[in-house]
């Protein structure tokens, strides 16, 4: 049963899903917390939530449970679907549950509320993370660094970079990009080049969108001398600016 079950989630067959989990009760055979996961995890990839939190609740009804998978897939559900409060309090029942939450639990916690703009509650969740011996990864810090230049807060995300030099965490490109629109929104063209300098040096290929954000900064300021060179660096590296650019 487990296997077909799987199969036809992968497959993002639902209703054969559920079918099947019929069948399996009508021949009295009761889904256990496994099969339970697999059909809350094939809800929450087509964002029906609503019917999630039920087959949660039809399986707590039933006395069985969840396992650390199965609150990490509902939390990871109402996060990308912007129901970050109602993530929290999954988690909460977790912890209710003597259960730890792994990175992956955190690290989708603290994408929610930085999508939300609570950083408060994302850095309250780093000090917890770090208070259960858990470190912060690439994925930890980029979001939190795109969260807080979203917001605004670029001493922040800043000091996040700065911590990720010290662990020896190479920043991606999502983190660059992030910080060079961050300085870019606070008109710090030059900065921001020096960003773009300092990605280029480590290998990374930056979009067009990101030579079009500070030749736009520079263009802006009158220079306009900056502007063209950093556009005859696209088209020397083979980039074809945008319409925009």
Not at 88 to 106: A, G, V
Not at 109 to 121: E, H, N, R
Not at 162 to 190: F, H, P, W
Request: glycine share 8%; net charge negative.
């Amino acid at each position: 049963f487990q296997t077909l079950m799987n199969g036809y989630i992968k497959l993002g067959d639902l209703d054969e899903g559920f079918r099947l989990k019929n069948a399996m009760q009508a021949s009295g055979v009761q889904p256990d917390v496994y099969t339970y996961s697999v059909l809350i995890n094939g809800l929450c990839k087509e964002s029906k939530m609503d019917d999630a939190n039920e087959l949660f609740d039809e399986m707590l009804d039933n006395g069985l449970v969840p396992n650390g998978v199965t609150f990490t897939t509902l939390i990871d559900g109402h996060c990308k679907n912007g129901r970050v409060d109602l993530a929290m309090e999954i988690y909460k029942q977790m912890l209710s549950q003597s259960l730890s939450p792994d990175l992956i639990t955190y690290n989708t916690l603290i994408y929610g509320l930085c999508k939300k703009g609570d950083l408060k509650q994302a850095q309250d969740l780093i000090d917890e993370m770090s208070m259960k011996g858990l470190k912060p990864d690439k994925i930890t810090y980029t979001t939190l660094i795109d969260g807080n230049c979203k917001e605004g807060d670029l001493e922040t995300a800043f000091e996040y970079r700065k911590r990720m030099i010290k662990e020896n965490i190479r920043l991606d490109d999502v983190a660059y990009t992030a910080l060079i629109s961050g300085l870019c929104q606070e008109g710090r063209s030059v900065d921001a080049e020096k960003m773009l300098r300092e990605m280029l040096s480590v290998g990374l290929k930056p979009e067009i969108g990101t030579y079009t954000m500070i030749i736009n900064e520079f263009c802006k300021k009158g220079d306009v001398w900056t502007g063209s060179k950093l556009l005859k660096e696209m088209q020397r590296d083979g980039y074809m600016p945008s319409v925009v650019t």
